[in-house]
């Protein structure tokens, strides 16, 4: 019998909470059986109080078991009371629609409560029923809430479209938010949000200001339809950590043009070869 990320996060809470297992496990028990609304905020209200906001302590196996059962979640980050709401939740079974019931809790919700009512996106019955209150969080102008349903966060990758998924990584730039959290990036990337992308670059180029060097992730495996090789080798004259990027988006496009680029730039393509340069060790900022 496979594991339920519902079991997954009972585990953990009580775990760590052990003096309150017991009250919390009569709680969930209720809320799977009752279906009162006002027990489930009630408990929302309750159980901060509780066990606390502290970080919630996962082990490898506790992530690597999270992402069996859920492809892509990773509640790394989570806190203890959140991942507490998020088992309540689930738990709960409601006489109305669980989308009437996220809706209420996201109107009346401040901005730490958003961004656990978000992490849970993909958890939840009937994901694609929050499309609503999905947009509403990703127009937030708070970072954290924004960042909530775009890092480790299998959501958008599932229920996003091509339009909605490359909204949400240009703005993830706009605000400053790095690319490399977004679960199934590199699954996701289309012709379309290179040639978004692309033009993002030479905009922010043209006013003088930096672009992010993740930016070229995307934009790689599709250089040669939206003619990036120019931009790219603007790139490679940059930054040690643009010069980086642009040779991974290089190798990731892997046409007779790249090549000849790459050839330009051998001790960074060695760094590549050697397995001591990817996207998942690319700083972003430079060394001190």
Known sequence: MSVTSLALLREWVCRQSPEHAHWLAEQYALLSQMGDEKDLHLFLGLVVRRVGKQDLTLTSQDLAMANQTYPGWNPDGWSLDGAARVAALLAFKGSRPFSATFQDLVRTADARELITLY????????????????????????RAVFESIVHRNPYPR?????????????????????????????????????RILLDYAQERWAAGREVSPELWR???????????????????????????????????ADTSSA?????????????????????????????A
């Open 119 to 142: 992490r849970g996106l993909a958890l939840y019955p009937r994901p694609e029923s929050l499309t609503f209150e999905v947009g509403e969080g990703l127009r937030s102008n708070m």
């Open 259 to 287: 090549r000849d680029l790459l050839r330009t730039v051998p001790d960074i393509t060695a760094l590549v070869a050697d397995g001591r340069l990817d996207w998942n060790h690319l700083p972003l900022k430079e060394a």
């Open 218 to 252: 995307c934009v790689g495996p599709f250089a040669e339809h939206v003619s990036a090789y120019g931009a790219l080798q603007r790139a490679l004259s940059g930054t040690p950590i643009e010069r980086g990027a642009a040779t991974l988006a290089l190798i990731a």
């Open 158 to 194: 599932d229920h996003f479209d091509d339009h909605r998924w490359n909204h949400m990584v240009l703005k993830a730039l706009f605000v400053g938010s790095r690319l490399s959290p977004i679960v199934g990036f590199d699954a996701r990337a289309n012709l379309e949000l290179a």
